[in-house]
C-alpha cells in the first residue's frame, strides 16, 4: 500500500456496528446510520445486513451515490435549497424510499412547489433546535410551524429530529448522559406539543455517536443515527468513551526525513488528516506505535512530530495513525484498503467531495 492511505479493520467495524444495532434494538430504537461517515456504499449495505433500518445521508449527491448502489431507504438529513437541487430531489425520490427535513418556511414551500408541481408528495421530518445556534426550530415555535408544513400538498409530515452537537464539548460519562436525556426529553416535548394540537408524530429521530451509546436514556424515540462510531476517531477516543481498539479505521504514513532525535516528518499533511483538532487532545492524530509522540503541525503534504526521548524512528518507518476527526478525512482520500484478517483489499471511497 502506498502511503498515505487509509486503512480499516474490518473486524473492528463489524464489532461497532453490532454493538451499536443490538444496544438501540434492546431499548425499541431503530439504528438508521450516517452515511457521510464512511460514503461507502459497500459500508452501508454491511450496515443495512447487520441491522440498519435505513440509511442517513448529508446531501444531495450522497443520497444520490447510495440509490445508484441500490440502497432504497434513505434518510436526507440537510435542507434542500434551489431550483436545480429540488429537480435532482423529485428525481431522486422516484427511485428510492425518501424523506428529507424542514427548518424554514422557504425551504419547505421550495419543497412543496417543487413536488406538487411533479404530482407528487415528499415525507418530511422537522428539524428541531438542538442547542447549536446552526439550524432547527425552538419547541416555542414548533407548533406554529407544523400547521404551516401541514397546509402544503406537496409534504407528508411524518415526525422530528434534531441533533445535539453540544455533547462533543463535555467530559465525562454524567455529563454525556445529561445532554443526551435533554436530547430525548426535547424531541418527545416536541411529540407531545404537535400531538396535541392533532398532528401525528410517528418518527422521532435522534442523532449523535455519542448519545447513542445512552440508547437507556433515549427510550421513546424511534431511531437514532450515530455516524462516527462505525470508524471512531480521537474525537471520541480523548473522552475516554472508547478504546483504541475500537478504532477501525487508521491513516498509513511514512516518515520521509528525521531532522533530529526529538523530530520526525511523515507524508500525511492537511490534505491527508485534515486540520480539524480534538477537544479533549493535542495534535492532529493519535500514532498507535508511539502514542506519546505528537503530531504537532501540519503543511498541506507534511506532518511534523515531536518525539519524547528515547523514541527511536527512521526514515522509512510506517505509522498508523488515528485520525481526530474520521468524517472529515474520509472525504479527502478516494479509497480505502480493508483488512479482512487475511488481506486487504482496496475499494472506492464512492461519494467521496460528493457535497451537493
Not at 32 to 51: D, Y
Not at 52 to 70: H, V
Amino acid at each position: 500500500m502506498e502511503t498515505p492511505c487509509i486503512v480499516i479493520n474490518e473486524a473492528t467495524v463489524r464489532r461497532n456496528i453490532q454493538r451499536m444495532v443490538a444496544g438501540l434494538r434492546a431499548h425499541g430504537i431503530a439504528h438508521r446510520p450516517h452515511f457521510k461517515t464512511h460514503k461507502s456504499v459497500r459500508l452501508a449495505k454491511m450496515q443495512l445486513e447487520m441491522g440498519a433500518a435505513g440509511i442517513t445521508c448529508a446531501s444531495l449527491g450522497e443520497g444520490e451515490t447510495l440509490a445508484d448502489g441500490g440502497v432504497t431507504d434513505i434518510f436526507l438529513a440537510y435542507p434542500i435549497i434551489g431550483a436545480r437541487k429540488l429537480a435532482r430531489l423529485v428525481e431522486l425520490s422516484r427511485r428510492t424510499a425518501l424523506c428529507t427535513v424542514v427548518n424554514s418556511i422557504e425551504g419547505a414551500e421550495g419543497l412543496n412547489a417543487a413536488f406538487a408541481a411533479a404530482g407528487t408528495r415528499i415525507k418530511v421530518l422537522i428539524e428541531l433546535d438542538g442547542g447549536m445556534g446552526r439550524s432547527g426550530i425552538t419547541l416555542d415555535n414548533i407548533n406554529a410551524f407544523a400547521q404551516a408544513i401541514t397546509a402544503l400538498p406537496g409534504l407528508e409530515l411524518i415526525g422530528v429530529m434534531t441533533y445535539r452537537g453540544n455533547i462533543y464539548q463535555n467530559r465525562g460519562e454524567s455529563e454525556y448522559v445529561a445532554e443526551t436525556r435533554k436530547e430525548a426529553a426535547d424531541l418527545l416535548k416536541a411529540q407531545r406539543q404537535l400531538q396535541e394540537i392533532g398532528i401525528q408524530v410517528d418518527v422521532i429521530s435522534s442523532g449523535s455517536s455519542f448519545s447513542s451509546k445512552f440508547p437507556q436514556h433515549l427510550q421513546g424515540l424511534t431511531e437514532a443515527r450515530a455516524g462516527t462510531y462505525i470508524y471512531n476517531d480521537v474525537s471520541q477516543l480523548s473522552t475516554g468513551m472508547i478504546q483504541v481498539e475500537d478504532c477501525a479505521l487508521t491513516v498509513l504514513a511514512t516518515v520521509v526525513t528525521c531532522p533530529d532525535k526529538n523530530h520526525a516528518v511523515i507524508d500525511a499533511g492537511s490534505k491527508t488528516l485534515s486540520s480539524d483538532l480534538a477537544k479533549h487532545g493535542p495534535g492532529y492524530g493519535y500514532i498507535l506505535e508511539h502514542p506519546n509522540a505528537t503530531i504537532e503541525k501540519l503543511s498541506e503534504e507534511h506532518g511534523y512530530l515531536r518525539l519524547p526521548d528515547g523514541t527511536q524512528l527512521n526514515v522509512g518507518d510506517t505509522l498508523h495513525i488515528i485520525p481526530n476527526h474520521v468524517c472529515a478525512v474520509v472525504n479527502l482520500a478516494d479509497t480505502y484498503w480493508a483488512f479482512d484478517g487475511q488481506a486487504h483489499t482496496e475499494h472506492p471511497v464512492d461519494a467521496r467531495g460528493k457535497s451537493r
